[in-house]
């Protein structure tokens, strides 16, 4: 194989069984250096993890070197274990975390986990750059900060400004030697064009004058008098840009919504048109057909209502689907097959399906609280999977662009901008203070001062970080969850179910664990989790539940107080039981068409949730001090719930 540059130099340093970070753009071939540290530690008889922030890219990791190295490959992701004692493990970086804290003896399982370590060489961190998640950037901090001595870290991150002083953070909390490696040149150079005011525009300039009409601003939203103008912006045809990318020989290409229903609206929208030959026809029906069956799709209806889409080469992608169904679609696109995908931005996070050109729906996204424009960073991730390497010269951008809805200095800001730096969002949970407390007690905080939070802040910001850390600590005691000879029962229990630790544990210490049946506990482990959308409705459950929600209230308001008293922010979060009556049916038995037909959320995002209260019923069922009567009633509840679309193990293992 040739290699670039900035891969022959990665190898090199991975030769020298060195640390290292890299930092190149998306498409740049990160995943080959990956590759190879695996192959060196196989040859040496040794092992590697990987791991990938989300379970999706965890799963296609597994396909694809399970496609290279068989079964020396294993994955654990919660709701998943295949082939666990092999030398090389695809992991989240939550179940990394987790080991490394059960192997320093913290759990059931630590003696296990401390001789899978005990085998690996190299760790390797895809998409390190998540350290600066808001929600799970902690798991990174974590993983990073405990990884023991004898593991070398490879870190993979998108461009970013700061990658030398993350570097220089990990040499100083491991007390190691880790190279940096950046690239910033991409293999296939990227070609930005616009679709404004009806027109595909070319340039920047072109943009300006005949976009903006030479101005930098526009008023905000509708057409109206500006500077003595009427203002009008003329309308984005999406049929005359899918013909520009046809006549122009630019397809296969990836169109990014921020609206899951929207992907599947334009894709309808295109009844006209029909990008495949005769040949490409059979070859995808069959092909798509193929693989219905060997995924059990052959009767749902939404793999039914694709196919019409499939056959003009056309298909939409988004995480309300069934997992099943989106694999099939991510195979019809490297196959080369499907020509257009209306596709989220979760397409874009790590999964390698590279197109010759991207479009923007547009340049603004919700950001958990606020719509905003894109970050400079994010826009690279999904603009990255233009140009195919060893296929492409170039790849193509299209932006389309309302000048009533982005600033023309924003849109600059935007696509020629310095991405943004990794910033530390480090809170460490209750979990993880007693795990903390177990192996240091009193001189955890210690530890605070080897986190990235602590490297990169204030004097003011750093104090403020270890104060939170202290007042949580004082609840916990409070609580007796711990005390001056280390973890209480209470605490050791608590340990192991990270995120819902004092709900769970103050149920469990009250008896109300002991009083339900499996499907009450997958009701109540479901509203933990849930997380509800904008415009969902809770409907009011029957009274045969309504004890469910008075227990778990009963100890949450208990939780709260303390937090209150202790100003503990955010708060342990809410439950929310609007998916009570669709567990409960799913746990009776029904079948996953039935029961849709009731249920008004998402196939994707029911099973998603499903596979999240699996993961959680096996971590209470092998907390240290859970009752033989509740491991019990777990191992029943997961029983009820992971079977058909839900079990994931099957979908991988297919």
Known sequence: MIYDEFQKKA???????????VSAPTGAGKTVIAEYAINQALARGEGAIYTAPVKALSNQKFRDFRDQYGDKIGILTGDVSINPDAPVLIMTTEIYRNTLFSAQGGSASGGENSNRLEKIRWVIFDEVHYLDDLERGTVWEEAIMFSPPHLELLCLSATVPNVEEVARWIRTVLNRPIEVIVETHRPVPLVKLFQCQGKILNSTEKLKKQGYLGRQTWPRFGGHQFGGHFLRAMPNRIDKLVSHLQNEKRL??????????????????????????????KQIKQMYDELCVQFDLTKEISAQNMKPLIIRGIAFHHAGMLPTLKEVIERLFTSRLLKLIFTTETF????????????????????GTHFANLRTRDFYQMAGRAGRRGMDNEG?????????????????????GKTE???????????TLLNLYRTYGEKLFEIYPRSLHHFQNSDQTREKGLDLMKRKCDLLREMNYLNEEGLTTKGEF?????????????????????????????IVLLALIYEPRKNDIAHPLPKRMRDLVHWVDNVLGQVHRRESK????PYTKHPYFHLSMDMEKWSSGVSFDELMRSCETDEGELIRYFRMVIQLLRELKHAPHTSDYVRQTTSKAVVLINRDLVDAEKQLRA
């Open 11 to 21: 190898i090199q340093v991975i030769d020298e069984e060195k640390s290292l970070l």
């Open 252 to 281: 296969p290409a990836i169109y990014f919504t921020f609206g899951r229903r929207r992907t599947e609206r334009l894709a309808s929208e295109l009844p006209h048109f029909d990008f495949l030959d005769e040949s490409e026809r």
């Open 348 to 367: 874009a996070l790590g999964i390698n399906m590279p197109a010759r050109s991207v479009a923007f729906d547009e340049l603004r996204k919700f950001y």
């Open 396 to 416: 193509f951008v299209y932006c389309r662009i309302n000048p009533h809805q982005i600033e023309f200095g924003q849109v600059l800001k935007m696509i020629n």
């Open 421 to 431: 730096s990794i910033k530390s969002q480090f809170n460490a949970t209750y979990a």
């Open 494 to 522: 608590a340990s192991c179910l990270y995120g819902y630790e004092l709900v769970l544990s103050e149920m469990n210490e009250r008896g109300f664990l002991e009083m339900m049946n499996p499907t009450q506990l997958n």
């Open 566 to 569: 202790h100003k503990i922010k």
